[in-house]
T-cell receptor, first 113, second 111 residues
Framework: DGGITQSPKYLFRKEGQNVTLSCEQN?????MYWYRQDPGQGLRLIYY???????QKGDIAEGYSVSREKKESFPLTVTSAQKNPTAFYLC????????????FGPGTRLTVT | DAKTTQPPSMDCAEGRAANLPCNHSTISGNEYVYWYRQIHSQGPQYIIH?????ETNEMASLIITEDRKSSTLILPHATLRDTAVYYCIVRGMDSNYQLIWGAGTKLIIKP
């Protein structure tokens, strides 16, 4: 089955630790995205990548880092510099171009205490 | 990208048509209207999108007014599984791939 996988579904970390969230897609999509969602809110863009080895900051990139070494993978690292890391993190992918819809993974719920 | 305005919540009876409005009065000529929905604690699901003409697929219909300042998503025969938050988004055709998400409309389908 084609789609986007995120792992793990739930993640717990202690404050001060870096943590990496996985996102893999087998849809052969060029573009990939990371969003953050807080309770009762819409999604906010953290980073996006239009092509391998290239990525751009979204609206809330501070405290996060990404890499895009392979077309199918776009891992997100939540660093200790992120002041409020507890949130629901969503990965998405799309074909190139603004007319194409984004397909989302199931999300990872990160809790930092 | 233009901003959108949606009612925070709506109810609809099971089996009836659910009509979800969206205002996007500042939309420009090259911006698409997208609709997604998000069932609780899941990733958003694409529903439909359009530019000028009305669109229909297996999930829903999208009606865009002639001046493009508003649109309506229609779920023709709502079921309990359609209970979700519905997001209306406008998105330009430039190289910026961002979707700007508002708070959406919480649609509750009642038996």
């Amino acid at each position: 089955d084609g789609g986007i996988t995120q792992s793990p579904k739930y993640l717990f970390r202690k404050e001060g630790q870096n943590v990496t969230l996985s996102c893999e897609q087998n849809l052969n999509h060029d573009a990939m995205y990371w969003y953050r969602q807080d309770p009762g809110q819409g999604l906010r863009l953290i980073y996006y990548s239009q092509i391998v080895n290239d990525f751009q900051k979204g609206d809330i990139a501070e405290g996060y880092s990404v890499s895009r070494e392979k077309k199918e993978s776009f891992p997100l690292t939540v660093t200790s510099a992120q002041k409020n890391p507890t949130a629901f993190y969503l990965c998405a992918s799309s074909k190139g171009g603004a007319s194409y819809e984004q397909y989302f993974g199931p999300g990872t719920r990160l809790t930092v205490t | 990208d233009a901003k959108t305005t949606q009612p925070p919540s709506m109810d609809c009876a099971e089996g009836r048509a659910a009509n979800l409005p969206c205002n996007h009065s500042t939309i420009s000529g090259n911006e698409y209207v997208y609709w997604y929905r998000q069932i609780h604690s899941q990733g958003p699901q694409y529903i439909i999108h359009g530019l000028k003409n009305n669109e229909t697929n297996e999930m829903a219909s999208l009606i865009i007014t002639e001046d493009r300042k508003s649109s309506t998503l229609i779920l023709p025969h709502a079921t309990l599984r359609d209970t979700a938050v519905y997001y209306c988004i406008v998105r330009g055709m430039d190289s910026n791939y961002q979707l700007i998400w508002g708070a959406g409309t919480k649609l509750i389908i009642k038996p």
